[in-house]
């Protein structure tokens, strides 16, 4: 490889790589540009040189897609927040099913050539569809300023009108961000002053119900803070703060204080609603949670006489749509905020069949089916991280007879099925876009026990 940094290059774009980057080929070099598109000539300066391949920012589109678009986003090329704003909705659509065959063909799980991909559901209007915002906080000049991070860097880029965050809770950050420059709250900086690190906020899609969380580094008085919010935005009906003293990138730490208002807020989805404490996890897009769950119901296809274990189940969300169809339904969280939800949840709805537990998944299933318990059907909703090994180990030992994976990260997912296909074949896999202008997607795989997988 003889290409230097600052080497300014000609390059065609063979495809799209899972960052949304532009892929090309200078002489057999593997050439990564951000910004570019499948089908473009363009000029390009090197920015880094790697062994295996090089990246380089965009200079000049000589050649430009006719999918091309000019980004609604006055700072879209600052923030990073969205990756392929840049391509037009029903081409990002066919982005994110071409993302699942790149890793697919990467791990090459059992006969990955024959899977039925089928298209990327989309959404009719891709805008203002992020129900929750965590945003990190910083000061200038005296002025608290809230947003992300830009890529790989330690800038913060200030949202105040992001095209993809619910109006309503990014109206509240915007004030929250203005009562912490006028109340003079300490803001963590990287000169050692602590304060507030970041802020969350998330509205309840069905009850129009708000809850924040201040996530701080130190003790502080947010007492005229809260109550001019509450007073301005009467929707807020929890505030909760949390307490993040350790040096690393984790937004959260392990306390977490309900200083105003309900212990959580009522949100609803398909034909039952639950209640989602601060910490507990709950889909970024609530329009398309509903698509993504009934996908996952077509796609498990359970009967009444199943045990069905839900695995990694949050407050219990997507385990209650088959509530009612199965005999009986477990579940496991590491947060025991959300697996105390889960039991409310679960006993408001008169459900009389489940059974919740805070721990790890790998931990706790095989306990039960050494207990004695067996399921005839699972399904997991794993972090980007994917399925543990151990849990990957317990699945492939006891197989239960039907299985829906539910995935955030196209990598992950294609190398945990490579564990799967061993005693699973996959029916099909269908992609739903939660991320709209971004270059996640997620999945939802139908998986059957092979017809000679021994049974333990």
């Keep these: 490889m003889n290409l230097k940094v600052k080497q300014k290059i000609p390059l065609k774009i063979k495809r799209m790589g899972i960052n949304g980057e532009g892929i090309g080929f200078y002489h057999k070099t593997l050439v990564f540009v951000p910004g570019a598109l499948k089908g473009e000539e363009i000029y390009c300066q090197v920015t880094t040189v790697k062994r295996n391949f090089v990246e380089a920012k965009l200079l000049t589109i000589n050649k430009k897609s006719k999918f091309r678009v000019v980004p ?26 071409d993302l699942l065959h790149q890793a ?8 990955y050539e024959n899977y039925e991909i089928r298209p990327t559901i989309g959404m009719k209007e891709p805008k203002y569809y992020r129900a929750k915002l965590q945003f990190q906080t910083r000061k200038f000049k005296g002025k608290v300023k809230a947003g992300l991070y830009a890529q790989n860097s330690h800038y913060l880029v200030e949202l105040r009108d992001c ?4 109006r309503d809770t990014q109206k509240i ?21 602590l304060g507030v690190r970041t802020i969350m906020v998330r509205k309840a899609r069905q009850s129009g119900q708000v809850q924040m969380i201040i ?13 001019d919010l509450v007073e301005e935005f009467p929707e807020i009906v929890t505030v909760a703060t949390n307490l993040n003293t350790a040096k690393t990138s984790d937004i959260y730490g392990e306390k977490t204080q309900i200083i105003w208002g309900t212990p959580s ?45 839900d695995a990694y189940c949050g407050v219990g969300t997507i385990g209650f749509a088959f509530a009612k169809k199965v005999k009986s339904l477990r579940g496991m969280d590491i947060i025991p905020e959300a697996i105390e939800d889960a039991k409310r949840n679960a006993i408001r709805m008169g459900f009389n069949n489940t ?29 980007r991280t994917g399925l543990d090994d151990r849990l990957l180990d317990t699945i492939v030992k006891y ?21 799967l296909t061993k005693v699973y074949d996959v029916v099909y896999i269908q992609s739903v876009d939660m991320f709209p202008h971004t270059a996640r997607t997620e999945a939802v795989v139908k998986l059957v026990k092979k017809f000679n997988a021994s049974i333990k």
């Design 355 to 383: 059974y919740y537990e805070a721990g790890t998944a790998e931990e706790i299933i095989p306990r039960w089916y050494r207990e004695g318990y067996r399921a005839d059907a699972l399904i997991v909703d794993p972090p």
């Design 215 to 227: 996530i701080t580094n130190r003790q502080l008085n947010l007492t005229n803070l809260v109550k």
């Design 265 to 309: 807020i009522l949100e609803g989805v398909l034909d039952y609603e639950f209640s989602l404490s601060p910490r507990a996890f709950y889909q970024l897009n609530p329009e398309q949670t509903e698509i993504l769950y009934s996908e996952a119901i077509k796609a498990l296809d359970v009967n009444p006489n199943d045990h069905l274990i």
């Design 173 to 193: 950050a915007n004030r929250i961000a203005e009562l912490l420059t006028y109340y003079q709250i300490p803001i963590t900086d990287e000169r050692r002053t």
């Design 163 to 166: 095209l993809v965050q619910d």
């Design 399 to 419: 197989a239960p007879d039907k299985m829906v994976y539910v995935s955030c990260n196209v990598s992950t997912l294609a190398r945990d099925l490579v564990k």
């Design 104 to 111: 697919l063909k990467k791990f090459a799980p059992v006969g």
């Design 72 to 97: 609604a986003c006055t700072i879209y090329n600052d923030c990073g927040g969205c990756q392929i704003m840049h391509l037009h909705y029903d081409k990002q659509l066919e982005f994110k099913s």
